[in-house]
């Protein structure tokens, strides 16, 4: 099953604003990542924060983590349409030589202009 | 991708013949992984390796298997194909050994008919 539940399932903002997307997992963790997907590409990894962090910035990305609720937050500020997209959540728990990384279902992002 | 190539980009196969699916790093790297992404359900992790001959299951390895007998190569194959593995098969390396970022390939393009 499904480490991360993503909310909202699909957003759909304009251009400038900020959009917000919220991930849900079910065990402890290493590390929580967030993850970006063009349609028809691969993945492409954004930010990386740690178990014992609670804020992480990167340019225009900001993450949360709240390991007491095991959620997590990815802010994108000022929206630009290249940044459409789906972004993923994804845990990761590593338990002797396993080390899995496990992902949310996603939340598609559209950025009209 | 930060040198891992999927081969074959796209293909298609017919129910009951076997298919093998490659994934080709240039880095060294550890931990490879296999996982397919299909509407709905995110990306779900089919089988991974954590060094030559060193494999273990994922959540959806029923219908798969895999080897890795060189470093930088990570095959998996369907012994026999059925219509619910079509789906994109996304092969992914762990950066660092302390987990940090995963690069992901482009992905396989599978359509079993």
């Known amino acids: 099953s499904q480490q991360g539940e993503e909310d909202p399932q699909a957003l759909s903002i304009q251009e400038g604003e900020n959009a917000t997307m919220n991930c849900s997992y079910k065990?402890?963790?290493?590390?929580l990542q967030w993850y970006r997907q063009n349609s028809g590409r691969g993945l492409v990894h954004l930010i990386l924060?740690?178990?014992?962090?609670r804020e992480k910035h990167s340019g225009r990305l900001r993450v949360t983590l709240d390991t007491s609720k095991k959620s997590s937050s990815l802010l994108i500020t000022a929206s630009r349409a290249a940044d459409t997209a789906s972004y993923f959540c994804?845990?990761?728990?590593?338990?002797?030589?396993?080390?899995?990384?496990?992902f949310g279902t996603g939340t598609r992002l559209q950025v009209t202009l | 991708d930060a040198g891992i190539t999927q081969s074959p980009r796209h293909k298609v196969t017919e129910t009951g013949t076997p298919v093998t699916l490659r994934c080709h790093q240039t880095?060294?790297?550890?931990?490879m992984y296999w996982y397919r992404q299909d509407p709905g359900h995110g990306l779900r992790l089919i089988h991974y390796?954590?060094?030559?001959?060193?494999?273990d299951k994922g959540e959806v390895s029923d219908g798969y298997s895999v080897s890795r007998s060189k470093t930088e190569d990570f095959l998996l194959t369907l012994e026999s194909a059925t219509s619910s593995q079509t789906s994109v098969y996304f092969c992914?390396?762990?950066?660092?050994?302390?987990?940090?970022?995963?690069?992901f390939g482009s992905g396989t393009r599978l359509t079993v008919v």
């Open positions: 992914a390396i762990r950066q660092s050994d302390n987990g940090d970022g995963y690069t």
């Open positions: 065990t402890s963790i290493n590390n």
């Open positions: 924060i740690r178990s014992n962090e």
């Open positions: 994804a845990t990761v728990l590593n338990t002797g030589t396993a080390s899995k990384l496990t």
């Open positions: 880095e060294n790297h550890r931990y």
């Open positions: 390796s954590y060094g030559v001959k060193d494999t």
